[in-house]
T-cell receptor, first 114, second 116 residues
Framework: AQTVTQSQPEMSVQEAETVTLSCTYDTSESNYYLFWYKQPPSRQMILVIRQEAYKQQNATENRFSVNFQKAAKSFSLKISDSQLGDTAMYFCALYNTNAGKSTFGDGTTLTVKP | NAGVTQTPKFQVLKTGQSMTLQCAQDMNHEYMSWYRQDPGMGLRLIHYSVGAGITDQGEVPNGYNVSRSTTEDFPLRLLSAAPSQTSVYFC???????????????FGSGTRLTVV
């Protein structure tokens, strides 16, 4: 079985500042990927960033970057220059390539304050 | 527009009623999944399919049935609705390797189901 844990149910940040969301996971698989998804009030799930487990280099997408610590099974998301539109629930997900299914964390609600 | 289409968007059922949530995708994705999202929680996998004719159970399969007769469609059936099934349901699809497709999983817009 695989698990994903997000230990911060809620976080807030001032506009233009930086915030880091935590995620830890557990899996016995060697072939897996990690994702961060954003769910705004519209309920639509939007892919923010992905990380291949076999790559040591941390993924970056514009203002979003990850800190992937494979040995520690940690996958945190850093949002730089936070914007009001970043207000949403963020989900960490572990994708099992062999099984073709994902396990999601319980989410972190991020509020960006003006 | 290409994507995952879920119907209906909202539904109210009485306890004991049955219904089918529809999910269709037009991206020729092999993998399809159903998740439920309860308030303040993440997505829990109900059932999933890696191709037509193949389905498997996820974390919370009890009370739900699925079938995958075509690549495009993956309906979720509630056999006898219970208040505990009140939730938001998401259908998702992906290529065989979701990690390499541009958007990972493609999600539908969700169905909000209330069982009274």
């Amino acid at each position: 079985a695989q698990t994903v844990t997000q230990s911060q149910p809620e976080m807030s940040v001032q506009e233009a500042e930086t915030v880091t969301l935590s995620c830890t996971y557990d899996t016995s698989e060697s072939n897996y990927y990690l994702f961060w998804y954003k769910q705004p009030p519209s309920r639509q799930m939007i892919l923010v960033i992905r990380q291949e487990a076999y790559k040591q280099q941390n993924a970056t997408e514009n203002r979003f970057s990850v800190n992937f610590q494979k040995a520690a099974k940690s996958f945190s998301l850093k949002i730089s220059d936070s914007q009001l539109g970043d207000t949403a629930m963020y989900f960490c997900a572990l994708y099992n390539t062999n099984a073709g299914k994902s396990t999601f964390g319980d989410g972190t609600t991020l509020t960006v304050k003006p | 527009n290409a994507g995952v289409t879920q119907t209906p968007k909202f539904q109210v059922l009485k306890t004991g009623q049955s219904m089918t949530l529809q999910c269709a995708q037009d991206m020729n994705h092999e993998y399809m999944s159903w998740y439920r999202q309860d308030p303040g929680m993440g997505l829990r996998l109900i059932h999933y399919s890696v191709g037509a004719g193949i389905t498997d159970q996820g974390e919370v399969p009890n009370g739900y049935n699925v079938s995958r007769s075509t690549t495009e469609d993956f309906p979720l059936r509630l056999l006898s609705a219970a208040p505990s099934q009140t939730s938001v349901y998401f259908c998702a699809s992906s290529k065989r390797n979701a990690a390499t497709s541009p958007y990972g999983y493609t999600f539908g817009s969700g169905t909000r189901l209330t069982v009274v």
